[in-house]
T-cell receptor, first 114, second 114 residues
Framework: NAGVTQTPKFQVLKTGQSMTLQCAQDMNHEYMSWYRQDPGMGLRLIHY???????DQGEVPNGYNVSRSTTEDFPLRLLSAAPSQTSVYFCASSYSTGGVYGYTFGSGTRLTVV | AQSVAQPEDQVNVAEGNPLTVKCTYS??????LFWYVQYPNRGLQFLLKYITGDNLVKGSYGFEAEFNKSQTSFHLKKPSALVSDSALYFCAVRASGGSYIPTFGRGTSLIVHP
């Protein structure tokens, strides 16, 4: 089925560990982005990409890295996990940056840092 | 700068009654407005959008939203609520033109009681 696939669905990390959250889409969308969702905070943009080889920071980029080597994939890397990064992470993609046609979201990765 | 407010953390409504989920916004120039729905343990799904034209926008699952420029509002409505409409609803706004990235609200939890 066409859409945005995120892996893993759940992850527990120890403080200081690193990991990569995977995101892949098969809709040939140029725009991809990562959000974190925290209670009472809504969705906050971490990083985004407008095409292969092009990335930029969102509202809350500290502690996260991204790269976009292909149109399909947009992994999010946590370099040294901290408890403050406990959250639900969503990847989203769209034909356009502004989401005029709507964003397609993945089902999320629930991350707990202990 | 652009911002969106969802003044109610939770809305309770009886099944069969009309529902309204409120959204107000602030943006320079004309707005593009969006509603998304998130069911438990799922990613967000696009419901509807206002770009231009008729102030009453119809979307998926029988939902509609009314754009009111003078009140800077974009309230989500449905004439007859279903228990299955219970979910988290997000409003988003961006400035028209260019490639602005939408800003999401904090979300409103809709609970429809049988």
């Amino acid at each position: 089925n066409a859409g945005v696939t995120q892996t893993p669905k759940f992850q527990v990390l120890k403080t200081g560990q690193s990991m990569t959250l995977q995101c892949a889409q098969d809709m040939n969308h140029e725009y991809m982005s990562w959000y974190r969702q925290d209670p009472g905070m809504g969705l906050r943009l971490i990083h985004y990409s407008v095409g292969a080889g092009i990335t930029d920071q969102g509202e809350v980029p500290n502690g996260y890295n991204v790269s976009r080597s292909t149109t399909e994939d947009f992994p999010l890397r946590l370099l040294s996990a901290a408890p403050s990064q406990t959250s639900v992470y969503f990847c989203a993609s769209s034909y356009s940056t502004g989401g005029v046609y709507g964003y397609t979201f993945g089902s999320g990765t629930r991350l707990t840092v202990v | 700068a652009q911002s969106v407010a969802q003044p109610e953390d939770q809305v309770n409504v009886a099944e069969g009654n009309p529902l309204t989920v409120k959204c107000t916004y602030s943006v320079s120039g004309n707005p593009y407005l969006f509603w998304y729905v998130q069911y438990p343990n799922r990613g967000l799904q696009f419901l509807l959008k206002y770009i231009t034209g008729d102030n009453l926008v119809k979307g998926s699952y029988g939902f509609e939203a009314e754009f009111n420029k003078s009140q800077t509002s974009f309230h989500l409505k449905k004439p007859s609520a279903l228990v299955s409409d219970s979910a988290l609803y997000f409003c988003a706004v961006r400035a028209s033109g260019g490639s602005y990235i939408p800003t999401f609200g904090r979300g409103t939890s809709l609970i429809v009681h049988p």
